[in-house]
């Protein structure tokens, strides 16, 4: 602005804008006034003697098929009547570049058009299969599901993921209900829970320091640490975060539960469980199928953290891992890059946390079936999966990739490789290898302790 003053009255149009143009490295304008186009153009015939052709009007210009929304199509353009005219050579050069220019765009558009008929006759062909298992889920497996849910077809559906429609019933039914937990009974620990969130705002309120029954304090941090992990729960949804609809949803099942197991209370990474329960099942369910769930004996030693219990089933999987990857497995030793650096994560949050959503609920679904040991199946597949990219890593890498895992991960590719592996060793199946290493702990205990007295 301060090159460029506002002082119109007293300069001359001239000298006020000289300086901006010495500025730019141009030269100024002369003094006499703008010429009309027409004479411009009559100058330049006199001059050239060529004849003036006047411009075709505004439209779309003949003999071109093809005309891109793009400013490619200016090379076609003829230039400013002011302006000396495109010789025959650079006038077809043009026509040429152009020419090509709408080929490398058709060709493209073509192949764009390709691939979305490509995607949409998947996506139509996925649609197709879900509806007709849906109908066999609904109208064959689940009226005869003790009788059918075991058999080779019903297990062969069940691998290529179950319909969205009966997802959450087949989960209820294959997680079960061994606690024997009612609907009532949720409805008792969940005002159980209220009233204790209610009890400790007001404490906190009144800055009451007394010790109300035994560490007010733990419970307390529990609870915040339940409303602040509920936030971080799929935050791209933002079904979950506070004011979104499943927001009071998840803090209530989450509450209920630990005042019904005050022994394992509330662990971070259970959200993201309970989360996609919520997603799939009535509210009274998800929690009947979450208390049950978190009850199995691999999810009960995550949870509690029993550190002996985790170190074997870190030993197991690395029994398998050395069988199905030998070259990745010495790669990782050569680091001292152990199994719980990235499967605690993965276990935690039944790998909800780690996969797409989509993709993680096929994995709940074949774990619904299988149990614990496809969730460490699971892990040896997506290690199959990159195993090219993490041998070419070293130990930083590794832990940062495994700790988020590529996002266009895809089902088709994570459960080819899951298929491929084995859990086999030495003809000894997963719940025989699990088995072994526990007689042995055992033994080496009853070796360590002190004599018994007579």
Not at 71 to 94: C, F, G, W
Not at 212 to 239: C, M, N, Q
Not at 248 to 273: E, K, N
Not at 351 to 367: E, Q, T
Request: neutral net charge; hydrophobic residues 40%.
């Amino acid at each position: 602005r301060n090159f460029f003053t506002k002082r119109t009255k007293e300069l001359k149009p001239a000298v006020q804008s000289a300086p901006g143009w010495k500025l730019f490295g141009k030269v100024p304008p002369r003094e006499n006034l703008p010429k009309d186009s027409k004479i411009i153009q009559q100058e330049y015939e006199a001059r050239t003697g060529r004849m003036y052709k006047p411009p075709a009007p505004a439209g779309r210009r003949k003999n071109i098929e093809f005309e891109p929304l793009s400013t490619t199509a200016l090379i076609l353009e003829d230039r400013p009547a002011n302006l000396p005219a495109k010789s025959v050579e650079e006038a077809l050069r043009h026509r040429q570049e152009y020419d090509e220019m709408v080929a490398e765009a058709k060709k493209r558009e073509i192949k764009e058009a390709h691939k979305r008929k490509k995607i949409m006759r998947e996506r139509f062909k996925q649609e197709e299969n879900i509806a007709s298992a849906m109908v066999i889920w609904v109208n064959e497996i689940l009226p005869n599901w003790e009788g059918m849910r075991a058999t080779r077809r019903v297990r062969e559906l069940w691998w290529q993921g179950l319909p969205p429609s009966v997802r959450g019933k087949v989960w209820s039914l294959a997680v079960g209900n061994e606690l024997n937990i009612t609907p009532e009974l949720y409805e008792i620990f969940l005002s159980r829970a209220k009233e204790r969130w209610k009890s400790f705002s007001e404490t906190s309120c009144e800055n009451d320091i007394e010790d109300v029954g035994a560490s007010v304090a733990d419970r307390e941090a529990s609870l915040e640490l339940i409303k602040l992990d509920i936030s971080r729960t799929f935050p791209s949804l933002y079904i979950f975060q506070k004011g979104g609809p499943y927001h009071d949803l998840l803090h209530s099942v989450l509450g209920a539960y630990t005042c019904y197991r005050p022994d394992v209370g509330y662990v971070q990474g259970m959200s993201f469980i309970a989360a996609v329960l919520i997603l799939n099942l009535e509210e009274a369910d998800a929690f009947i199928a979450f208390a049950n769930l978190l009850n199995k004996p691999c999810q009960l030693a995550f949870f509690r953290v029993d550190h002996s219990m985790m170190l074997k089933y870190f030993a197991a999987f690395e029994v398998f891992f050395e069988e199905n990857l030998p070259k990745l497995f010495l790669h990782f030793k050569s680091y001292s890059l152990t199994p719980d650096i990235y499967l605690i994560d993965w276990i935690f949050t039944l790998y909800s946390k780690s996969l797409p959503l989509d993709l993680a609920c096929r994995v709940w679904d074949v774990f619904c079936r299988d149990g614990e040991e496809f969730l460490f199946r699971t892990g040896l597949g997506i290690l199959r999966l990159y195993e090219d990219i993490l041998l070419q890593m070293d130990f930083i890498h590794i832990a940062q990739f495994l700790t988020k895992l590529p996002e266009d991960i895809t089902s088709e590719k994570l459960f080819s490789c899951i298929a491929a592996i084995q859990m086999q060793n030495s003809n000894k199946k997963w719940a025989q290898v699990f088995a072994s290493l526990m007689k042995d702990s055992k033994e080496g205990d009853k070796n360590h302790s002190p004599a018994l007295k007579s």
